[in-house]
């Protein structure tokens, strides 16, 4: 009987000697060795969350080194877009897979921009030890310690070259108590109101301006290198390969 060539050729792709890598096993390694290039006396580290979409047909949810002006991706988890779904177990894994890489007594900061802020994703970065930076809009209203009184976000800084800190419950819906450091620098159309679990006198507002490095990673992959927006693949854990 003659053998189907295609069938054949199918055949001969498969086998013991063919093997599948499980990519968020590397995950924590590719922190261990940035870390390592780190100068000995650095015991601090930034690991900035990011969401991007590929087309219309994904959203990359990511955690970036940020290092010398640069975002390093170093895990990621890839959804579908425009498709009901919580992004929250994503985040979940991604930081419970690489909070053993981080050395012990490491500062770790998180920043994140506005759009990602959740009252659960403060606390999961809270509760990895590591010291959120999240991004929060001007609506709203804020109680300040010691006197509670509650004044509207936006009021906290009102013109450009004003700063200000405290120890505040944010919003009153969901809400929540933490160390809220608010900006407006020239440059920007408008102020960052940040929040953390740091002191405001061990919180620096200028450690969220780290956050938009992560952006030319996406440039890379995407308009100025890759062209990843124009992938034709369907299946979020084959686009987790590129």
């Not at 900035?48 to 002006?69: C, E, M, P, Y």
């Amino acid at each position: 009987m003659r053998k189907n060539p295609i069938r054949s050729d199918r055949d001969s792709k498969k086998g013991e000697k063919r093997s599948t890598l499980e990519v968020s096993s590397c995950f924590a390694p590719l922190l261990i060795w940035e870390i390592s290039l780190l100068p000995i006396n650095i015991e601090r580290i930034a690991l900035a969350l990011d969401a991007t979409t590929i087309g219309n047909k994904f959203v990359v949810l990511s955690i970036n080194v940020l290092l010398a002006g640069c975002g390093i991706p170093i895990a990621w988890s890839i959804v579908k877009a425009n498709q009901p779904g919580r992004w929250k177990p994503h985040w979940q894994k991604l930081i419970r897979q690489l909070k053993e890489a981080v050395p012990t007594g490491w500062t770790v900061i998180v920043p994140a921009d506005r759009g990602l802020y959740a009252p659960w994703l403060y606390q999961v970065i809270v509760e990895a030890g590591w010291h959120p930076f999240l991004g929060i809009n001007q609506q709203g209203l804020v109680k300040i310690f010691p006197h509670g009184r509650c004044q509207p976000l936006d009021a906290l800084v009102s013109a450009l070259g004003q700063s200000w800190s405290g120890q505040v419950v944010c919003f009153k819906t969901n809400p929540l108590a933490c160390t809220l450091l608010a900006r407006w620098d020239s440059g920007h159309q408008e102020p960052w109101l940040v929040l953390t679990d740091l002191s405001p006198q061990r919180a620096d507002t200028l450690w969220y301006g780290l956050r938009p490095s992560t952006e030319c990673v996406y440039r890379d992959l995407k308009s100025d290198g890759w062209q990843w927006q124009k992938t034709r693949l369907l299946d979020p854990q084959l686009n987790a390969f590129g």
